[in-house]
């Protein structure tokens, strides 16, 4: 499915491996000489500081991540990077106690999980950007996506109960990487251009759900559930109306305040008292 295509892709192009085969077999083994001689270090801090290396190296070997390497490269902030490897040393903690994908009903419960797992990271970034936003019209519509957002969490956990389905397994990993490059927007972008920037990054995000959506209505009526197929599909149809207001908000005004350049002060000008 060319949707599915599309959610894999945005997944591969923003969490790439850093680390070589080479580098994660000599991570591990350093990181296992640390962890040995932290054991037999007699000292308090010595012991705690080369258990503290030895982990990192392990986690380094594990994950084929070094968010030390990252942040060196210039591909994420320290900080960016240390997050990203201990979510992947979640993942990897989380998929060894989950079974395989192997039908329908298995694909529709991980699609139910992600969406919400997208819902939930996607809340959580809207209410952290509507207090910087200087477009009043644009924080009023960001302000009320937060409160659908919310309605659209708890219908999903009504629907997650209803099919005995777990929450917390299969969490949204490209929502994720498109929350980060928004994050990043925000925090690199000038005041005046911060609106249009958020924009811009939202609507990659509405349409990244759309696809979601889309996917899991066509899980739901392959399987016969023609009433929840329906309700995704409206939920769809409700984030295509969002995209559209937001591209007219940004044409009429966020773009336009955007680009303008503010007019250079006169040199040499004398200041009157």
């Known amino acids: 499915m060319a949707i599915d295509a599309y959610r894999a892709s945005v997944v591969n192009r923003s969490r790439q491996d850093n680390v070589g085969s080479t580098e994660r077999w000599a991570s591990a083994a350093a990181g296992v000489g640390l962890t040995m001689r932290a054991v037999r270090s007699r000292s308090t801090l010595g012991r705690l500081l080369l258990a ?22 210039g591909q994420t ?16 903690a989380t998929s060894s106690t989950l079974g395989s994908i192997d039908n329908m009903e298995a694909l529709y419960a991980c699609e139910l999980q992600e969406l919400h797992s997208a819902e939930n990271q996607l809340s959580a970034i809207v209410e952290r950007l509507v207090p910087s936003i200087q477009n009043p019209e644009l924080a009023i519509r960001f302000d009320e996506y937060v409160t659908e957002l919310r309605s659209r969490k708890v219908d999903l956990e009504s629907l997650l109960a209803r099919a005995n389905v777990d929450s917390r397994p299969h969490p949204d990993d490209a929502m994720r990487a498109l929350v980060g490059e928004t994050e990043k927007m925000a925090r690199l972008c000038a005041p005046k251009l911060r609106d249009a920037a958020v924009t811009a990054s939202f609507q990659r995000i509405i349409h990244y759900k759309i696809a979601g959506y889309g996917s899991i209505a066509a899980y739901a009526k392959a399987l016969g559930r023609t009433e929840e197929a329906a309700h995704f599909a409206e939920l769809a149809d409700r984030d295509k109306v969002i995209d559209t207001d937001l591209s007219r908000l940004a044409r009429a005004s966020v773009n336009p305040e955007a680009a303008v350049i503010p007019e250079p ?7 009157t008292h």
């Open 77 to 92: 902030t320290l900080t960016d990077g240390l997050r990203e490897q201990v979510q992947r040393l979640r993942e990897a």
């Open 52 to 73: 503290a290396a030895g982990l990192s190296m392990l986690a380094r070997s594990a994950t084929g991540y070094c968010a030390m390497k990252s942040a060196l490269t």
């Open 265 to 271: 002060q006169p040199s040499g000008s004398v200041r």
